[in-house]
């Protein structure tokens, strides 16, 4: 792992929930230092069972509790921007996009903003439902991978499952958010990464992982 490709790399984060809490910080302890939150919600009482916020951050706003446990463990400061609003397709002027919202109009959004930022080079889309765990990624510019999410994975049934973390716990959420940094982390050292990446809790098996 590269310490000054990562501390180059800036990424978007869009939903700081369950998933998207933990990933912030593992991004931000791996050495990302240019991070943009975006969530709406603020921490509730429910939250703190699978959500990385302390039982004080109750009330806070989600992007400010992310932020706060992001400076507080990360070795060296970081840029942090956040936006406490709901992500509705605003323009996107990071290298990485990662879409962990709970609603597919969400997802909709940030790939299309992915698509049309001169910055972002690269897509991630983490969705949890029940017991499965599907990770996307691609270059939001590439024709044959674009149209293919787009299709599959926005509008087709695929699409039909829980909303993102629906029913999860915390060990759901770890996996997803150490497989997201992965990810992160391959990108800025130009690996392969899989176009789709699934796992099935119940079974402990990897149900199906495309290139």
Known sequence: MSPEKLGNASVTIIGTGAIGSFTALAL???GIKTLTLWDADEVAEHNIANQYFPPEAIGKP???ATSAECQRHSPEPIDLQLKPEMYTGQ?????LVIALTDNIEG???AFKAAKESFST???IDGRMGGEILRILALPPKSTILSEKYEKDYLEGVV???EPCTARSIVYNVLMASSLISSHVKKFVNGEKIPFLYAFDFKSLTQVKSKV
């Open 28 to 30: 931000s302890k791996m």
């Open 62 to 64: 989600k992007v400010e």
């Open 91 to 95: 323009p996107i002027e990071t290298m």
């Open 107 to 109: 997802r909709v959004a």
């Open 121 to 123: 080079d690269f897509f």
């Open 159 to 161: 699409n039909q499952e």
